[in-house]
């Protein structure tokens, strides 16, 4: 295989499709139909079910902002999702605060966090890069471990979904569904508007050519620490919807496959789309729901399922879609 053709087998679908104005009217008319299927899927599919969906797929949106974005593979997002998690869940239950407070210091955490993580790991490239946030992970994860307000293994549990700027009780689960979905698409569409900035350009300048994005004046560190920063704190907006949807922050949240599971979500939906991430969502968390009766062969099953995307669609599924119409999702 010549060296061309081996970096067009690693550049993400997105990069090698020419956007224009039909792209854009294409990706609102995608935007109204996840907009419709918001409104309508409640009345199909558990709305608990959705929420899970809706929050992982914020996460695993929030995850390829990085990694088909800027090229930076993290091994260790389960510590942003996971702390802001227990973070909402302490502040709901000790501290009385409203379900939209407790949310915002979640995610304030995780920004912090990210800050701090993102500033020791861009110093490295690769593997090595991957590696340090494995690391910086796993110090979290023992750290929720034994800390008091974590509650250790069993969590923290029974959290209040309180109520909605102290008026909308959120006790019914097709009004935290409204609340959940309005999240999520204000996220997707933040999302988007920052792949499609100017900063979203050179984020992905830099990671097709950081050599010759330097060589333009680009601070490329300082574009990297931006988006593990932007990354880290939609990934804690995550995070801290979920314990309020299942009222419960637990290790499982910053345990490290839970870092592997976002990284499968992205591959299965597709790298470098906009969109591929909640489908691939989707997908996993319907995997684990509907095939919950096999127990721990749902692990082999998605095993399974990742080996055969990376083998035949190497672009994820929204992502051979996206070749085939000739169109960037």
Same mark, same amino acid.
């Given at each position: 295989m010549?060296?061309a053709a !081996? ?28 907009? $419709?299927?918001? @409104?309508?899927?409640? /009345?199909i599919?558990?709305? =608990?079910?959705?929420m899970?969906?809706l929050?992982? !797929?914020? /996460?695993a949106?929030?995850?390829n902002?990085l990694?088909?974005y800027g090229?930076?593979?993290s091994?260790?997002h389960a ?6 998690s227990?973070?909402t869940?302490?502040t709901?239950?000790?501290?009385g605060?409203t379900p939209e407070?407790?949310i915002l210091?979640?995610t ?7 800050l701090?993580f993102g ?8 593997i090595?890069?991957?590696m340090?946030?494995?690391?910086? @992970?796993?110090?979290v ?9 974590t509650g ?7 959290v209040?979904r309180?109520?909605?700027f ?8 097709r009004?935290?569904y409204?609340?959940?979905a309005?999240i999520?698409f *204000?996220?997707?569409?933040l %999302?988007?508007? %920052?792949?499609h900035?100017?900063?979203g +350009? ?6 097709d ?7 333009l004046?680009?601070r ?6 931006? #988006?593990f920063?932007?990354s880290?704190?939609l990934?804690g907006?995550?995070?801290?919807t ?6 419960l922050?637990?290790?499982?949240? #910053? ?6 599971? $976002?990284?499968?979500?992205?591959? $299965?939906?597709?790298m470098g ?6 489908l691939?969502?989707? $997908?996993i %968390?319907?995997m684990?729901?509907?095939l @919950? +009766?096999?127990?721990?062969w =749902?692990t082999?099953i +998605?095993?399974v =399922?990742? =080996?055969?995307?990376v083998l035949?669609f190497?672009e994820? %599924?929204?992502? *051979?879609?996206?070749?085939?119409l000739?169109?960037?999702?």
């Amino acid at each position: 295989m010549s060296s061309a053709a !081996a970096s067009t087998d690693a550049t993400p679908i997105a990069a090698t499709l020419p956007e224009g104005r039909d792209a854009k009217a294409f990706h609102r008319l995608v935007f109204v139909i996840i907009a $419709v299927l918001l @409104a309508v899927l409640p /009345f199909i599919l558990y709305p =608990v079910f959705l929420m899970k969906v809706l929050c992982f !797929a914020l /996460f695993a949106l929030a995850f390829n902002l990085l990694l088909g974005y800027g090229g930076l593979l993290s091994f260790g997002h389960a510590a942003y999702f996971g702390m802001a998690s227990y973070v909402t869940a302490y502040t709901a239950k000790n501290w009385g605060l409203t379900p939209e407070l407790a949310i915002l210091g979640g995610t304030l955490m995780a920004a912090l966090l990210g800050l701090v993580f993102g500033a020791l790991a861009i110093r490295r490239q690769g593997i090595y890069f991957s590696m340090i946030t494995l690391a910086l @992970a796993q110090m979290v994860f023992f750290f929720s471990l034994q800390a008091k307000f974590t509650g250790g293994e069993d969590g923290i549990q029974a959290v209040p979904r309180g109520n909605l700027f102290g008026v909308i009780s959120l006790a019914d689960d097709r009004v935290l569904y409204g609340l959940v979905a309005v999240i999520f698409f *204000l996220g997707l569409l933040l %999302i988007y508007r %920052i792949i499609h900035s100017p900063f979203g +350009q050179v984020l992905k300048a830099i990671r097709d050519n950081e050599p010759r994005a330097i060589s333009l004046g680009y601070r490329a560190n300082q574009y990297k620490l931006a #988006v593990f920063v932007l990354s880290t704190t939609l990934a804690g907006l995550a995070g801290s919807t979920k314990a309020i949807v299942f009222q419960l922050a637990s290790l499982t949240d #910053v345990h490290w496959s839970m870092s592997g599971e $976002v990284v499968l979500m992205t591959l $299965v939906g597709g790298m470098g789309t906009v969109f591929g991430p909640i489908l691939g969502s989707f $997908v996993i %968390i319907a995997m684990e729901n509907y095939l @919950a +009766q096999f127990g721990a062969w =749902v692990t082999i099953i +998605q095993g399974v =399922v990742f =080996v055969v995307c990376v083998l035949v669609f190497r672009e994820g %599924i929204l992502g *051979l879609v996206a070749r085939m119409l000739k169109r960037p999702l």
